[in-house]
């Protein structure tokens, strides 16, 4: 189709509103991640906030379209308006778009756990959540099994240190990333395990995910296990798994800092290879 100039062209006024309306998205979005983190509002309020700043953004990336359009046909100026509400409003729906991708990869489990069969409780937490929210009851073994498929990394701590050593090293790491403590407790040896309950946030909407850090003795050194669960959805995107495994290796760093990799003395026998009992899984 040949192009129809006009004598004069003026600016399309669709670009100049496809723009603006990318441009006020970004408050609203912006709106939801301070009610979230400045625990204002429960999460359906956020979720509106944040679904109405994507609705806009589909909005603008429409009237762009429709404007790009009209502009080819009656050679209007605009078409820089037109282009960055594209990129504005893609930019902002990179993300959930996203966790769209990651919510088809992973299985819908909002509760990661590394003792499946005695996960550690959450208590002083609990008291904090409201009816709408997740229960605080482990899911299962059904529910761990897709939790091994999906993340086969997650597994105990077992220290050399001691559970005070342990749990000195758990609090120092909490403590480093900024959670919030509602619940402590040392260990004392024969009476009670140690434990600390804390508040972790998402690092980009501020959600609100409850950590809870359990410190044993065993044998001559400790056992530690932590559980991570969102407080609200039925998918956490992987965000509890890796937050498990890392606060393991951190943990692990801080409590034996002087751990060094030994190298393998030869000897003159072969060693057979372990069987039965005396073989021992790998930590991933």
Same mark, same amino acid.
């Given at each position: 189709?040949?192009?129809?100039?006009?004598?004069?062209?003026?600016?399309?006024?669709?670009?100049?509103?496809?723009?603006?309306?990318?441009?006020?998205?970004?408050?609203?979005?912006?709106?939801?991640?301070? &009610?979230?983190?400045?625990?204002?509002? #429960?999460?359906?309020?956020?979720?509106?906030?944040?679904?109405?700043?994507l609705a806009l953004a589909l909005l603008a990336i429409v009237l762009a379209l429709?404007?790009?359009?009209?502009?080819?046909?009656?050679?209007?100026?605009?078409?820089? +308006?037109?282009? &960055?509400?594209?990129?504005?409003?893609?930019?902002?729906?990179?993300?959930?778009?996203?966790?769209?991708?990651?919510?088809?990869?992973? $299985?819908q489990i909002y509760d990661i756990t590394t003792d499946p069969y005695d996960p550690?409780?959450?208590?002083?937490?609990?008291?904090?959540?409201?009816?709408?929210? +997740?229960? %605080? @009851?482990? !899911?299962?073994?059904?529910?761990? #099994?897709?939790?091994?498929? !999906?993340?086969? *990394?997650? #597994?105990?701590?077992?220290? @050399?240190?001691?559970?005070?050593? !342990?749990?000195?090293?758990?609090?120092?790491?909490?403590?480093?990333?900024?959670?919030?403590?509602? *619940?402590?407790?040392?260990?004392?040896?024969?009476?009670?395990?140690?434990?600390?309950?804390?508040?972790?946030?998402?690092?980009?909407?501020?959600?609100?995910? *409850?950590? %809870?850090?359990?410190?044993?003795?065993?044998? =001559?050194?400790?056992?530690? *296990?932590?559980?991570?669960?969102?407080?609200?959805?039925?998918?956490?995107?992987?965000? +509890?798994?890796?937050?498990? =495994?890392?606060?393991?290796?951190?943990?692990?760093?801080?409590? =034996?800092?002087?751990?060094? #990799?030994?190298?393998?003395?030869?000897?003159?026998?072969?060693?057979?290879?372990? =069987?039965?009992?005396?073989?021992? $899984?790998?930590?991933?």
């Open positions: 189709m040949a192009r129809r100039f006009i004598a004069d062209p003026e600016i399309s006024r669709l670009a100049l509103w496809s723009r603006r309306v990318a441009m006020f998205a970004i408050p609203v979005a912006l709106l939801a991640v301070i &009610i979230e983190r400045a625990g204002l509002f #429960e999460l359906v309020p956020v979720l509106v906030t944040f679904a109405a700043s429709i404007a790009l359009g009209r502009i080819w046909v009656d050679g209007r100026k605009g078409a820089l +308006n037109a282009v &960055i509400a594209i990129l504005v409003s893609l930019l902002l729906l990179a993300y959930p778009g996203y966790l769209g991708f990651r919510a088809y990869q992973l $299985p550690p409780r959450f208590e002083a937490v609990a008291r904090l959540r409201t009816r709408e929210a +997740n229960p %605080v @009851a482990y !899911a299962g073994l059904a529910t761990y #099994e897709q939790q091994r498929a !999906a993340y086969p *990394d997650v #597994e105990p701590l077992i220290a @050399a240190a001691t559970p005070q050593a !342990a749990y000195d090293a758990a609090h120092a790491v909490v403590t480093k990333r900024k959670w919030r403590i509602v *619940d402590e407790r040392a260990p004392q040896a024969g009476r009670r395990d140690g434990r600390i309950e804390a508040i972790a946030q998402s690092p980009i909407m501020g959600f609100r995910d *409850d950590v %809870v850090i359990r410190i044993r003795s065993a044998g =001559t050194g400790s056992r530690v *296990d932590v559980r991570s669960a969102s407080r609200y959805g039925w998918h956490d995107f992987g965000t +509890n798994a890796a937050r498990v =495994t890392s606060l393991i290796d951190d943990i692990d760093d801080v409590a =034996t800092p002087d751990k060094t #990799e030994q190298p393998v003395k030869k000897t003159q026998k072969t060693a057979r290879p372990a =069987t039965g009992k005396d073989a021992q $899984p790998a930590r991933r």
